[in-house]
């Protein structure tokens, strides 16, 4: 249930804090008072579209905040999953928006997406305004009526995959059909999966061939060092020419065989580190060797890649591409016998789970209306009679089902749809039965109508009050009205009127006490509150709380 709702810089309000029950709560006020801005608020909070012109006059940002307790197990388990704390079950949701024009949305003080709220209270709450009453009319939103009713959760989902499945086959087969080749495309197709394949590319293989190149590319300058080297060692009057003339030289003298053998030994050591040094020399000069082959295979794959798509990935989806093309034109016969069957079988399975799905549909169509009946009798619509048609459609994700709600609202009247056979204030007790016999079953904590009495007064009005106060047995109502004879049955009834002072105009609400509230509804019924008005209000009021 909705324990509290704070609005502050909103529009007309300046700032208001309602605590609500849970039980049947009204709230009044004259037409352009701002009443219905507390039901807007309540949609902003449950995700509705909300822009800067809600933020007051003169004023940075406007707040809103719901508090809600819920014990909905399905509602805490994913707020858990997502990673939002909850405590105590309650549930404290938050929106700001600029004036301009930012907005944040959290969630037990945590941010939180618009999507992910409107999951969230789409599962607490219900608003019901008289636009949802002309949706009644569309026969989809009748379909969903009947399957919360039905309970057929798990057999819409069951058939909604099956028709995928079924579809998906649907859909190659046709494309098979309509596939025509030619023996041009066939030679083509057999010579690009040949290149693939002939190709032999691995998976990384580009990346792993372009950090060898860049290695192996670096070793040009380990050439040019060594060849210097090498030259400067081995040169004509090079070093090792210096030095075999020195010791030469030392040796022929005889007086410094020492220092001469030292020069000898020198020589060698210098001609053998020439050797060696030619060698690697020759070593890197064979890799680069591979280097050519590296970049010959390097530009191969590039080619190919921008020939098939761009990448391994493509490459390879290209190769299992024209293989399947390649056996379709093959085995063309065969496929379409294969693609048949798979379709053929996908059918059947759709077929069993939607004609189950439909059963099961078809099972609650008399007691539903049974019970409809019996509220619209409590509505004082003592002749309407309700049916549900049924024809087959088409298969669908739904199902087969085309669903009509019927009625007839007046004796010897013939059934007919809702569109064409309800006025607006019948349309209005209509919808408040169903929503009597489908809220219900939804585990919805809060339900909350805006203004649906339109069209009704009387001993009408009185009656749609008693079915909202036995609604409010079961859960929290809300509700906004002009009508006296609804508002009487409601267990806390909040007032809102429009204050001016120093030219400023500000919407206030507040709970009223018994008194005021017969002085509200005397307002309400007759235009002022006189004192035989507020009187008969009195005695309305003891009626009701009687029974």
């Given at each position: 249930m909705?324990e509290q709702l704070?609005?502050?810089d909103y529009i007309l ?8 029950k ?8 004259e037409t352009g008072?701002?009443k ?7 949609t902003y909070?449950?995700?509705?579209r909300m ?8 004023k940075?940002k ?8 819920t014990d909905?197990?399905?509602?805490l388990?994913?707020l858990e999953?997502?990673?939002y704390d ?12 600029s004036?301009q024009g930012?907005g ?11 999507s992910?709220?409107k999951k969230v209270v789409?599962k607490?709450i219900?608003?019901?305004?008289q636009?949802d009453?002309?949706q009644?009319m569309?026969?989809d939103?009748?379909l969903e ?5 039905a309970?057929?959760?798990?057999e ?6 099956a028709?995928?499945v079924m579809h998906?086959?649907?859909?190659e087969l046709?494309k ?8 041009d ?5 057999t ?7 002939n ?10 061939l ?6 192996l590319?670096k ?5 040019e060092?060594?060849s ?9 009057n090079g070093?090792?020419d210096?030095?075999y003339s020195?010791?030469?030289?030392l040796?022929k ?5 020492e220092?001469?053998?030292q020069?000898q030994?020198?020589y060698y050591?210098?001609q053998?580190?020439s ?9 890197i000069?064979?890799e680069g060797d591979d280097?050519d ?6 530009y191969?794959i590039k080619k190919l890649?921008?020939?098939y ?5 493509t ?6 591409e ?5 056996d ?5 016969q065969d496929?379409?016998e294969k ?5 053929t079988?996908?059918k059947k399975q759709y ?12 099972s609650?169509?008399e007691?539903?209306s ?11 619509l003592?002749n309407?009679?309700f049916?549900?048609d049924?024809?087959?459609k ?6 087969i089902?085309a669903?009509?709600f019927?009625?007839?609202?007046n004796p010897?009247?013939p059934f007919?749809?809702?569109?064409q056979?309800?006025s607006g ?5 209509l919808m408040?039965?169903?929503?009597t016999v489908f809220?219900t079953r939804?585990g919805?904590?809060t339900?909350i109508f805006?203004?649906i009495?339109t069209g ?5 009005a009185?009656?749609?009050g008693n079915?909202?106060?036995?609604i ?9 009205t002009?009508?006296a ?10 007032l809102?009127k429009k ?7 500000t919407t206030q ?12 509804l ?6 002022e509150?006189s ?15 009687n029974g």
């Amino acid at each position: 249930m909705i324990e509290q709702l704070m609005v502050k810089d909103y529009i007309l309000f300046d700032h208001a804090l309602v605590d609500f029950k849970n039980d049947m709560t009204v709230i009044t006020g004259e037409t352009g008072a701002g009443k219905s801005l507390l039901i807007d608020a309540i949609t902003y909070l449950a995700g509705g579209r909300m822009t800067q012109s809600v933020v007051r006059q003169n004023k940075e940002k406007a707040t809103l905040q719901m508090v809600i307790e819920t014990d909905n197990q399905e509602v805490l388990t994913l707020l858990e999953e997502n990673g939002y704390d909850v405590e105590d079950g309650l549930v404290i949701i938050q929106r700001s928006m600029s004036a301009q024009g930012k907005g944040s949305v959290r969630i037990n003080q945590q941010v939180a997406t618009l999507s992910f709220l409107k999951k969230v209270v789409s599962k607490l709450i219900d608003i019901h305004s008289q636009m949802d009453t002309i949706q009644l009319m569309d026969e989809d939103v009748q379909l969903e009526m009947l399957d919360q009713y039905a309970g057929t959760k798990k057999e819409l989902e069951e058939t909604a995959q099956a028709y995928q499945v079924m579809h998906r086959h649907e859909k190659e087969l046709e494309k098979a059909k309509n596939e025509t080749y030619s023996d041009d495309e066939l030679e083509y197709l057999t010579n690009a999966l040949n290149e693939i394949q002939n190709a032999a590319i691995e998976e990384g293989e580009l990346e792993t061939l372009q950090d060898k190149i860049k290695e192996l590319s670096k070793s040009q300058q380990n050439i040019e060092d060594l060849s210097e080297t090498i030259y400067t060692l081995t040169k004509d009057n090079g070093i090792l020419d210096g030095l075999y003339s020195s010791y030469k030289q030392l040796h022929k003298n005889g007086s410094f065989d020492e220092q001469a053998d030292q020069l000898q030994n020198h020589y060698y050591q210098l001609q053998a580190l020439s050797e060696q040094l030619s060698e690697k020399k020759e070593d890197i000069l064979h890799e680069g060797d591979d280097l050519d082959q590296l970049q010959e295979r390097e530009y191969k794959i590039k080619k190919l890649f921008r020939k098939y798509g761009g990448s391994y990935r493509t490459f390879k989806e290209k190769e299992v591409e024209f293989e399947e093309k390649i056996d379709r034109i093959i085995h063309r016969q065969d496929l379409f016998e294969k693609l048949e069957a798979n379709y053929t079988q996908a059918k059947k399975q759709y077929d069993i789970l939607a004609q189950a799905l439909s059963q099961k549909r078809q099972s609650v169509f008399e007691k539903l209306s049974h019970e409809i009946e019996a509220h619209c009798q409590d509505l004082m619509l003592s002749n309407a009679r309700f049916r549900i048609d049924r024809e087959e459609k088409k298969a669908s994700k739904n199902g087969i089902d085309a669903i009509h709600f019927m009625v007839s609202m007046n004796p010897g009247q013939p059934f007919s749809t809702l569109k064409q056979s309800a006025s607006g204030g019948e349309l209005s007790r209509l919808m408040l039965a169903l929503k009597t016999v489908f809220q219900t079953r939804e585990g919805i904590d809060t339900i909350i109508f805006d203004e649906i009495d339109t069209g009704v007064s009387g001993k009408v009005a009185l009656a749609m009050g008693n079915k909202m106060h036995t609604i409010a047995k079961e859960h929290q109502v809300l509700c906004i009205t002009h009508l006296a004879s609804v508002a009487v049955w409601a267990d806390t009834h909040y007032l809102v009127k429009k204050v001016q002072e120093d030219e400023k105009t500000t919407t206030q609400i507040k709970a009223i006490d018994e008194n005021e509230r017969l002085i509200e509804l005397a307002t309400m019924a007759n235009g002022e509150a006189s004192e035989s008005g507020i009187q008969s209000m009195k005695e309305l009021r003891r009626s009701v709380q009687n029974g």
